[in-house]
C-alpha cells in the first residue's frame, strides 16, 4: 500500500512539490501568482484511508498548471480537516478538470 508520505517523497524527487494552497483569490504556489479553476487540471489522485482512525482520512490531488507547474494539494477530511473556509475550497477543487493521466507521474513504489 503506498502512503501518503511516500507519494509526497516521489514528488520531492521528482521536484514536483510545489503545494498549491488556498487563498480566497484562488491556489497558490507561493511564486506570486494565483490560480484559477480554468487555469488547472488534477492529473493525479490519490485516496489515503486512516489505519485504524476514519479521521485521518485525505485524498492528494496532483495538480499541473497552464504554465507548466506541478504541485499538489491535500484534502482532510474527518475531525482533522483543516482548510479554513472548507466551502471555498470543497468548491474551488470541485470546478478543476480531471485528467488522471498515468503517463505524467509513474509510481512504483
Do not use: C
Amino acid at each position: 500500500m503506498t502512503t501518503l508520505l511516500q507519494v509526497l517523497e516521489k514528488l520531492r524527487h521528482e521536484k514536483k512539490d510545489n503545494e498549491f494552497r488556498w487563498t480566497p483569490e484562488g491556489f497558490t504556489a507561493g511564486r506570486g501568482k494565483n490560480y484559477q479553476p480554468e487555469d488547472l487540471r488534477i492529473i493525479r489522485t490519490f485516496r489515503f484511508e486512516g489505519e485504524s482512525n476514519p479521521d485521518d482520512s485525505s485524498i492528494l490531488y496532483v495538480i499541473e498548471a497552464n504554465d507548466g507547474l506541478v504541485g499538489y494539494t491535500i484534502d482532510t477530511y474527518g475531525a482533522a480537516s483543516s482548510h479554513d473556509d472548507e466551502e471555498g475550497y470543497d468548491n474551488f477543487i470541485r470546478k478543476i478538470p480531471v485528467e488522471n493521466r498515468d503517463d505524467q507521474l509513474i509510481f512504483e513504489l
